[in-house]
């Protein structure tokens, strides 16, 4: 094993000469100077954690600095961080020097400096005689064995499964699935974005690591792309805007991964439940709502316990044990089942905005885009197998008309069969052709995602992209032949005889939480005017035109505008810099010359000033606003 230091010296070999004498200070190059020296203690006999040694380390390799710091002058402080992070460190220039167990290979000296070899080692993978493994290559998906104590025993021992998964590139074999570029020079642009320090597992009694975050691409102009379009996903996140505009926030010591909104966040929501509402109610969907909490019993019927149950709360009431509903579907069909059903009344289709609850991990919540508690625009049809593919076109259609109304573009993927999963291989088969044909005739692009459908059946995913081209994965489509099955539901056909029904999952918005945090991050806040809390505020020069400017805001709300008035003794300039910081569509100024006329002068928050308008031609100006987005399509909406 060599050992690389990353100073232009030759220490090491200054040893051999010096070693028992006397060094004058004069001759001491360095003194003076401190140095950063970076390690990993986890090479037992060369360095490790120690608590007798002041240096707090122990070994070979702290024997070798204490004496290069007599020889050469110069103070040194340790940092410990993970041996991956060794040279990283040394690059971004955040320590001077690198002791730590280390081969010499030809792509490392192409970027550091090493000394001398002073101990030579050799790893070794044992096996069984007979064994097929005669490489590292054929370790992959083997179960792997190593000796305790050692820093590979650590990584290993917190991988969750059965199998470590080793790469190799070259002669350099990484614990991970890979792949890795052959070399650096395929990345020929890189980025230091951000470093952190953690503690081993989280234990403070454990050595601390370093974390280097960055990025590489293939060339500058690739890379300079990719760094704007991380500035203006960092000007455009929901959650500093949600908290700037008084929409939304989050009480992490109460209650993690749960919303609280706030009166502006509330009503945006509000109109757009109800414009959602109103839409489903246009396109023949029955308004329903289920409970809160069902028996486990219920829960174990669906198969949810056994396929979903780590993703659900429970409770106890009485002598019960309750799951806390994850999704919607049990409760429509227990609606579905309330009465006898003939053909003639199929479909049927169950339409609810039901809040739901999903045990995300901590570290994977994310303001409104991850969270534990959400609003589901939950629906499902019930329709006799011929009626099928008519009903997941008017899904699709649906879903095109909300992607076309936000100006989302979007691709598509059918998620098939995965390897948990209840349910016959004939149902999969129906029900995964059925959405490939659905898709087919209309005319959407699609990709097969092997084996990512839900555990009772395939389904259609659709990814939006925003404005600087990210994938958020909102609506879903999946089709069902076991649940009606294990539910008992029935209708009476043409003959006479019952018959199973095929129940169609949708979700188009899927979580009104992450649609309105994408939306915040579409519109960088500032909501089209629909949506929009506050459509106008109306501004005053001074205290003296403030009866006109109330005046002029209550003729609006009456004209059903969502407007406000800011009276407060401030200069207009900064009134009017409030208003944009917020956001408004529209800002509506009453001084002297406004007062007398009983208008208002109008800015929109671009910037433009349209002059001196009435109150009757502002509220058209912003009724047509309004109603610009649902010109083309087959959407329409007012809320007053």
Same mark, same amino acid.
């Given at each position: 094993?060599?050992?690389?230091?990353?100073?232009?010296?030759?220490?090491?070999?200054?040893?051999?000469?010096?070693?028992?004498?006397?060094?004058?200070?004069?001759?001491?190059?360095?003194?003076? =100077?401190?140095?950063?020296?970076?390690?990993?203690?986890?090479?037992?006999?060369?360095?490790?954690?120690?608590?007798?040694?002041?240096?707090?380390?122990?070994?070979?390799?702290?024997?070798?600095?204490?004496?290069?710091?007599?020889?050469?002058?110069?103070?040194?402080?340790?940092?410990?961080?993970?041996?991956?992070?060794?040279?990283?460190?040394?690059?971004?220039? *955040?320590?001077?020097?690198?002791?730590?167990?280390?081969?010499?290979?030809?792509?490392?000296?192409?970027?550091?400096?090493?000394?001398?070899?002073?101990?030579?080692?050799?790893?070794?993978?044992?096996?069984?005689?007979?064994?097929?493994?005669?490489?590292?290559?054929?370790?992959?998906?083997?179960?792997?064995?190593?000796?305790?104590?050692?820093?590979?025993?650590?990584?290993?021992?917190?991988?969750?499964?059965?199998?470590?998964?080793?790469?190799?590139?070259?002669?350099?074999?990484?614990?991970?699935?890979?792949?890795?570029?052959?070399?650096?020079?395929?990345?020929?642009?890189?980025?230091?974005? *951000?470093?952190?320090?953690?503690?081993?597992?989280?234990?403070?009694?454990?050595?601390?690591?370093?974390?280097?975050?960055?990025?590489?691409?293939?060339?500058?102009?690739?890379?300079?792309?990719?760094?704007? =379009?991380?500035?203006?996903?960092?000007?455009?996140?929901?959650?500093?805007?949600?908290?700037? +505009?008084?929409?939304?926030?989050?009480?992490?010591?109460?209650?993690?991964?749960?919303?609280?909104?706030?009166?502006?966040?509330?009503?945006?929501?509000?109109?757009?439940?109800?414009?959602?509402?109103?839409?489903?109610?246009?396109?023949?969907?029955?308004?329903?709502?289920?409970?809160?909490?069902?028996?486990?019993?219920?829960?174990?019927? *669906?198969?949810?316990?056994?396929?979903?149950?780590?993703?659900?709360?429970?409770?106890?009431?009485?002598?019960?044990?309750?799951?806390?509903?994850?999704?919607?579907?049990?409760?429509?069909?227990?609606?579905?089942?309330?009465? +006898?059903?003939?053909?003639?009344?199929?479909?049927?289709?169950?339409?609810?905005?039901?809040?739901?609850?999903?045990?995300?991990?901590?570290?994977?919540?994310?303001?409104?885009?991850?969270?534990?508690?959400?609003?589901?625009?939950?629906?499902?049809?019930?329709?006799?197998?011929?009626?099928?593919?008519?009903?997941?076109?008017?899904?699709?259609?649906?879903?095109?008309?909300?992607?076309?109304?936000?100006?989302?573009? /979007?691709?598509?993927?059918? *998620?098939?069969?995965?390897?948990?999963?209840?349910?016959?291989?004939?149902?999969?088969?129906?029900?995964?052709?059925?959405?490939?044909?659905?898709?087919?005739?209309?005319?959407?692009?699609?990709?097969?995602?092997?084996?990512?459908?839900?555990?009772?059946?395939?389904?259609?995913?659709?990814?939006?992209?925003?404005?600087?081209?990210?994938?958020?994965?909102?609506?879903?489509?999946?089709?069902?032949?076991?649940?009606?099955?294990?539910?008992?539901?029935?209708?009476?056909?043409?003959?006479?005889?019952?018959?199973?029904?095929?129940?169609?999952?949708?979700?188009?918005?899927?979580?009104?939480?992450?649609?309105?945090?994408?939306?915040?991050?579409?519109?960088?806040?500032?909501?089209?005017?629909?949506?929009?809390?506050?459509?106008?505020?109306?501004?005053?020069?001074?205290?003296?035109?403030?009866?006109?400017?109330?005046?002029?805001?209550?003729?609006?709300?009456?004209?059903?505008?969502?407007?406000?008035?800011?009276?407060?003794?401030?200069?207009?300039?900064?009134?009017?810099?409030?208003?944009?910081?917020?956001?408004?569509? /529209?800002?509506?100024?009453?001084?002297?010359?406004?007062?007398?006329?009983?208008?208002?002068?109008?800015?929109?928050?671009?910037?433009?000033?349209?002059?001196?308008?009435?109150?009757?031609?502002?509220?058209?100006?912003?009724?047509?606003?309004?109603?610009?987005?649902?010109?083309?399509?087959?959407?329409?909406?007012?809320?007053?």
């Amino acid at each position: 094993m060599k050992k690389m230091i990353a100073l232009m010296l030759c220490a090491i070999l200054m040893m051999s000469c010096v070693a028992g004498m006397a060094v004058a200070e004069e001759t001491k190059p360095l003194a003076g =100077q401190k140095l950063t020296i970076a390690l990993s203690p986890n090479f037992m006999f060369f360095e490790t954690v120690s608590e007798t040694d002041p240096t707090g380390y122990e070994g070979l390799d702290i024997d070798i600095i204490k004496e290069l710091s007599d020889m050469l002058g110069f103070e040194f402080e340790i940092v410990p961080m993970s041996f991956s992070s060794l040279v990283g460190s040394l690059q971004a220039n *955040s320590v001077d020097m690198v002791i730590s167990g280390m081969t010499a290979t030809e792509e490392r000296k192409q970027i550091v400096d090493f000394s001398d070899v002073y101990c030579t080692s050799s790893v070794g993978c044992v096996t069984k005689a007979d064994s097929d493994i005669n490489s590292f290559e054929d370790l992959q998906n083997q179960i792997v064995c190593c000796s305790q104590g050692t820093n590979y025993e650590m990584i290993i021992e917190g991988i969750e499964g059965d199998t470590v998964s080793l790469y190799t590139c070259g002669d350099f074999t990484d614990l991970c699935r890979g792949p890795h570029v052959p070399h650096t020079g395929f990345s020929r642009a890189s980025k230091i974005l *951000s470093a952190a320090g953690a503690y081993w597992r989280g234990d403070e009694k454990n050595p601390m690591l370093s974390r280097l975050y960055g990025t590489a691409f293939a060339d500058e102009k690739a890379l300079n792309a990719y760094l704007k =379009q991380l500035e203006e996903a960092k000007r455009r996140d929901h959650r500093k805007l949600g908290r700037e +505009l008084g929409f939304f926030t989050f009480h992490e010591d109460v209650a993690p991964g749960m919303v609280f909104w706030l009166p502006k966040g509330m009503l945006m929501r509000t109109i757009l439940e109800d414009f959602w509402r109103r839409e489903h109610l246009k396109r023949d969907y029955d308004l329903v709502q289920g409970p809160q909490l069902l028996r486990v019993e219920t829960w174990q019927r *669906s198969g949810h316990y056994d396929h979903y149950r780590q993703n659900m709360y429970f409770t106890q009431i009485e002598d019960d044990q309750y799951g806390i509903k994850p999704m919607n579907c049990i409760s429509h069909m227990l609606i579905y089942r309330n009465d +006898l059903r003939s053909y003639r009344d199929l479909p049927q289709r169950y339409f609810e905005l039901g809040v739901v609850h999903r045990h995300e991990k901590s570290g994977t919540l994310h303001g409104l885009l991850r969270v534990r508690q959400f609003t589901q625009d939950d629906a499902h049809i019930l329709c006799t197998p011929e009626q099928l593919e008519g009903e997941i076109l008017g899904v699709i259609h649906l879903i095109r008309d909300l992607m076309h109304l936000f100006g989302f573009d /979007y691709k598509v993927g059918i *998620s098939t069969r995965p390897k948990d999963s209840i349910g016959t291989d004939e149902a999969w088969e129906l029900a995964t052709n059925a959405l490939i044909e659905a898709v087919k005739k209309a005319g959407m692009p699609y990709e097969i995602n092997e084996g990512d459908g839900a555990f009772y059946g395939p389904k259609i995913d659709v990814r939006l992209l925003d404005c600087i081209g990210r994938e958020w994965q909102c609506s879903t489509i999946q089709v069902d032949f076991t649940l009606p099955e294990r539910f008992d539901l029935t209708y009476v056909g043409q003959d006479g005889e019952r018959h199973r029904p095929v129940m169609v999952h949708r979700a188009i918005m899927g979580s009104l939480e992450r649609f309105i945090g994408v939306l915040i991050e579409q519109y960088a806040g500032a909501m089209p005017t629909w949506l929009a809390p506050e459509q106008a505020r109306i501004l005053t020069v001074t205290d003296a035109h403030n009866e006109a400017a109330l005046k002029a805001c209550e003729e609006l709300k009456a004209l059903g505008i969502r407007v406000t008035a800011d009276t407060h003794n401030e200069k207009l300039g900064f009134k009017v810099r409030e208003a944009q910081l917020a956001k408004v569509p /529209y800002i509506l100024v009453v001084g002297e010359k406004e007062a007398q006329t009983g208008g208002v002068n109008v800015r929109l928050r671009n910037g433009d000033n349209l002059g001196l308008k009435s109150v009757a031609e502002v509220a058209a100006l912003i009724r047509t606003d309004s109603e610009e987005p649902f010109k083309n399509g087959g959407m329409r909406y007012s809320f007053s």
